[in-house]
């Protein structure tokens, strides 16, 4: 157990070493990339058809608006736009295609960056002569992390899993009920943009208090020109993702990760 | 490391999830009247189907809610279990054996099943149907040396057990909190039920 359990993999194409984990603690991760106009319906309607020959699941769904009437005792909806997602049979996967985006989400248990890329790449190579992927103006990449935690919330958050600290002055005293840190960051000279949310939350494990790591990186300023350059920015946020997790969380955090 | 700990970092490991056929009769406990143990089947909300379209959704929404669910535990779960759960659920949410009346599962009896298995850890996977509420209702030993459980949503559930004395079958039931089904149990020889060796049926 421990250490010894943690497998050291080469990533060929960028050089970077990662670890991966038995148990990962990732409760969803999800990449979305946005385009820069709107994508006619009938287009997201190819694309899904495309996306169904790899997912099981089809559902079709309508952004709509709600208008109360209070005195008139009414409510009326307006459809502003469509949403076609795809998932796997054990809804795990999924792809949704909305009017300006295309959204990738992994439930656990994750696979591993290998898996889940993949499967993103699959399925933009099945659409990418459908979907506008030459005026991509956004990409974002989002890690929500649960650990699952036997420690209490009395001495702050519990440095021997987390790294972050919660710097708080005496007079506040050690009987925190709940705590939550929200942080945004440039980083880079090329900058990639990162909102971090950490805090306590229920644990859906009886007994225990969960610690959620929330890391969510966005590239705003820097549109790719292709696919190819789509999967350069992906590469390079997925590496600044690994350094600011693997730094934040703990040897004994990650021997947890490996039961 | 404490023993809360541990309970984490050992995956639940049940060996597999088997569809056992409770003979329990309905009068003696009615939850399991509509028990509903069909044949796998695909659902693809794309068919053509236009008779069933409703109930294929109503069917599909509950059972995506439920995997969902699954998911915000399943770094804790044994994969193969999971997918085995996750059949079951597929089996008796299946269109084709749906009857009028019956209610798809409920979320938050999902939830109160897994979270009776973190604080239970049986070793023994139990035989998995549906209330006609839409709760999960698990069912641990066979014949007539037996326990069943409906898990309401919340904490709440209802247990049977049954057992052969002396020729004659007793059966004592109630309702209780998952975390104090230990001690309701304790009468009982519940280690023999949840650390039963699985028999593949």
């Given amino acids: ?259 | 490391m404490s023993a809360l700990q541990t309970q984490v970092s050992d995956k639940i490991n049940f060996p597999r999830l088997y569809l056992q056929k409770p003979d329990i009769t309905k009068r003696s406990f009615e939850f399991l009247e509509n028990a509903n143990q069909s044949a796998v089947k695909t659902y693809n909300p794309t068919e053509n189907r236009p008779d069933n379209v409703i109930l294929q959704e109503r069917l599909f929404t509950a059972l995506a809610e439920a995997k969902v669910l699954t998911s915000q535990v399943a770094m804790h779960l044994n994969r193969s279990w999971r997918d085995r759960f996750f059949a079951n659920l597929d089996r008796l949410h299946d269109p084709e054996d749906w009857e009028d009346g019956d209610e798809a599962i409920v979320g938050g009896s999902v939830l109160a099943f897994l979270r009776a298995m973190f604080l239970w850890l049986p070793k023994t996977t139990p035989g998995i149907a549906l209330s006609n509420r839409g709760n999960i209702v698990s069912v641990w030993g066979r014949d007539l040396e037996r326990l069943t459980v409906e898990f309401y949503p919340e904490v709440e559930l209802a247990w049977l057990v049954t057992r052969q004395i002396e020729g004659f079958v007793e059966r004592t039931s109630g309702l209780t909190i998952d975390s104090a089904m230990m001690r309701v149990l304790s009468p009982y020889p519940q280690r023999a039920w949840f650390d039963a060796p699985n028999e593949k049926i």
Avoid at chain 1, 52 to 60: E, G, L, S
Avoid at chain 1, 181 to 209: E, H, M, Y
Wanted: hydrophobic letters at 40%; one cysteine or more; proline letters at 5%.
């Fill in chain 1, 1 to 259: 157990m421990g250490g010894e359990c943690i497998r050291f993999m080469a990533i060929a194409e960028s050089g970077s070493i990662t670890k991966t984990y038995g148990a990962p603690p990732i409760v969803e991760a999800v990449v979305e990339v946005r385009f820069s106009s709107p994508v006619a319906r009938k287009k997201m309607d190819q694309a899904t058809k495309r996306l169904t020959h790899f997912y099981a699941v089809r559902t079709d769904m309508k952004n709509r608006t709600v208008q109360f009437n209070v005195a008139a005792k009414v409510a009326d909806f307006t459809d502003v736009g469509d949403i076609f997602k795809v998932s796997s049979a054990q809804e795990s996967e999924s792809a949704t295609i909305g009017e300006n985006s295309i959204t990738f989400s992994q439930l656990a248990p994750y696979p591993g960056w290998d898996v889940f890329s993949a499967r993103i790449y699959r399925d933009i190579e099945s659409v990418k002569k459908i979907l506008p992927f030459g005026s991509i103006n956004r990409v974002g990449m989002r890690y929500i992390n649960r650990i699952d935690l036997a420690a209490g919330l009395k001495q702050g958050f519990p440095s021997d899993f987390i790294q972050i600290k919660l710097g708080l002055p005496k007079a506040y005293g050690k009987n925190i009920v709940h705590a939550a840190i929200g942080c945004q960051f440039d980083i880079g000279d090329d900058p990639l943009r990162v909102i971090l949310n950490t805090g306590f939350a229920d644990s859906p494990i009886p007994g225990l208090k969960s610690m959620v790591l929330d890391l969510d990186i966005i590239a705003e300023n820097r549109p790719p020109a292709d696919v190819k350059g789509l999967f350069a920015i992906l590469s390079e946020m997925r590496d600044l993702k690994n350094e600011l997790f693997e730094s934040s969380i703990t040897e004994t955090a990650r021997k947890r990760f490996n039961p």
